[in-house]
Nanobody, 121 residues
Framework: QVQLVESGGGLVQPGGSLRLSCAASGSMFSSIAMGWYRQAPGKQRELVAGITSGEGTNYADSVKGRFTISRDNGKNTVYLQMNSLKPEDTAVYYC???????????????WGQGTRVTVSL
Protein backbone atom coordinates (compact mmCIF):
# COMPACT_ATOMS: atom_id res chain seq x y z
CA GLN A 1 0.00 0.00 0.00
CA VAL A 2 1.31 3.42 -0.93
CA GLN A 3 2.16 5.68 1.99
CA LEU A 4 2.32 9.43 1.73
CA VAL A 5 4.36 11.59 4.10
CA GLU A 6 3.96 15.35 3.95
CA SER A 7 6.48 17.78 5.45
CA GLY A 8 7.66 21.36 5.30
CA GLY A 9 4.82 23.19 7.01
CA GLY A 10 5.28 25.81 9.70
CA LEU A 11 4.56 29.33 10.81
CA VAL A 12 5.31 32.09 8.31
CA GLN A 13 4.50 35.77 8.09
CA PRO A 14 2.23 37.13 5.35
CA GLY A 15 4.20 37.56 2.15
CA GLY A 16 6.57 34.76 3.08
CA SER A 17 7.32 31.44 1.38
CA LEU A 18 7.32 27.76 2.22
CA ARG A 19 8.06 24.61 0.26
CA LEU A 20 6.07 21.52 1.09
CA SER A 21 7.23 18.01 0.22
CA CYS A 22 5.29 14.78 -0.15
CA ALA A 23 7.24 11.55 -0.23
CA ALA A 24 5.45 8.51 -1.62
CA SER A 25 6.39 4.90 -1.11
CA GLY A 26 5.89 2.19 -3.70
CA SER A 27 6.49 1.87 -7.41
CA MET A 28 4.58 3.38 -10.33
CA PHE A 29 4.88 6.88 -8.83
CA SER A 30 5.94 8.37 -12.14
CA SER A 31 2.74 7.20 -13.83
CA ILE A 32 0.39 8.66 -11.24
CA ALA A 33 -1.10 12.15 -11.16
CA MET A 34 -0.61 13.83 -7.80
CA GLY A 35 -2.36 16.69 -6.07
CA TRP A 36 -1.99 18.99 -3.09
CA TYR A 37 -5.08 19.62 -1.02
CA ARG A 38 -5.70 21.82 1.97
CA GLN A 39 -8.28 21.93 4.72
CA ALA A 40 -8.82 25.04 6.77
CA PRO A 41 -10.65 24.92 10.11
CA GLY A 42 -14.37 24.49 9.57
CA LYS A 43 -14.00 24.10 5.81
CA GLN A 44 -13.99 21.23 3.36
CA ARG A 45 -10.78 19.88 1.94
CA GLU A 46 -10.03 21.50 -1.42
CA LEU A 47 -7.64 20.75 -4.26
CA VAL A 48 -5.16 23.58 -4.72
CA ALA A 49 -2.75 22.12 -7.28
CA GLY A 50 -2.33 19.02 -9.39
CA ILE A 51 0.37 17.58 -11.61
CA THR A 52 -0.06 14.80 -14.14
CA SER A 53 2.41 12.07 -15.02
CA GLY A 54 3.35 14.21 -18.03
CA GLU A 55 3.94 17.17 -15.67
CA GLY A 56 0.92 19.12 -16.82
CA THR A 57 -0.26 21.31 -13.96
CA ASN A 58 -3.45 22.93 -12.79
CA TYR A 59 -4.20 25.30 -9.92
CA ALA A 60 -7.11 26.64 -7.96
CA ASP A 61 -7.82 30.25 -8.81
CA SER A 62 -7.00 31.27 -5.25
CA VAL A 63 -3.35 30.19 -5.60
CA LYS A 64 -2.58 30.80 -9.28
CA GLY A 65 0.57 32.81 -9.73
CA ARG A 66 1.67 32.18 -6.12
CA PHE A 67 1.96 28.39 -5.80
CA THR A 68 3.95 26.01 -8.00
CA ILE A 69 3.61 22.24 -7.98
CA SER A 70 6.44 20.04 -9.23
CA ARG A 71 7.58 16.46 -8.98
CA ASP A 72 10.82 14.49 -8.84
CA ASN A 73 10.09 10.96 -9.99
CA GLY A 74 13.58 9.79 -9.05
CA LYS A 75 12.78 10.65 -5.45
CA ASN A 76 9.09 9.70 -5.53
CA THR A 77 8.35 13.18 -4.25
CA VAL A 78 5.97 15.96 -5.17
CA TYR A 79 6.55 19.54 -4.03
CA LEU A 80 4.45 22.63 -3.50
CA GLN A 81 6.32 25.93 -3.57
CA MET A 82 4.17 28.57 -1.91
CA ASN A 83 5.06 32.24 -2.31
CA SER A 84 3.34 35.46 -1.28
CA LEU A 85 1.49 33.60 1.43
CA LYS A 86 -1.69 35.09 2.85
CA PRO A 87 -3.48 34.45 6.14
CA GLU A 88 -6.22 32.69 4.17
CA ASP A 89 -3.67 30.08 3.10
CA THR A 90 -3.61 28.81 6.68
CA ALA A 91 -4.64 25.15 6.63
CA VAL A 92 -3.44 21.60 6.93
CA TYR A 93 -1.97 20.59 3.57
CA TYR A 94 -2.22 17.05 2.24
CA CYS A 95 -1.05 15.31 -0.90
CA UNK A 96 -2.74 12.41 -2.61
CA UNK A 97 -3.06 10.58 -5.86
CA UNK A 98 -5.64 12.11 -8.17
CA UNK A 99 -7.51 11.04 -11.28
CA UNK A 100 -9.69 12.90 -13.72
CA UNK A 101 -13.29 11.75 -13.56
CA UNK A 102 -15.78 13.50 -15.81
CA UNK A 103 -13.53 16.53 -16.12
CA UNK A 104 -12.93 16.90 -12.39
CA UNK A 105 -9.93 15.78 -10.42
CA UNK A 106 -10.68 13.39 -7.57
CA UNK A 107 -8.39 12.03 -4.89
CA UNK A 108 -8.05 8.30 -4.44
CA UNK A 109 -6.30 6.12 -1.93
CA UNK A 110 -5.48 6.77 1.69
CA TRP A 111 -4.37 10.16 3.00
CA GLY A 112 -1.20 11.02 4.86
CA GLN A 113 -1.09 12.92 8.12
CA GLY A 114 -0.77 16.32 6.45
CA THR A 115 1.46 19.25 7.32
CA ARG A 116 0.17 22.40 8.99
CA VAL A 117 0.76 25.83 7.48
CA THR A 118 0.02 28.92 9.53
CA VAL A 119 0.32 32.36 7.97
CA SER A 120 0.27 35.01 10.65
CA LEU A 121 2.17 37.97 12.06
Amino acid sequence: QVQLVESGGGLVQPGGSLRLSCAASGSMFSSIAMGWYRQAPGKQRELVAGITSGEGTNYADSVKGRFTISRDNGKNTVYLQMNSLKPEDTAVYYCNRIMNIGGSWRAWGSWGQGTRVTVSL
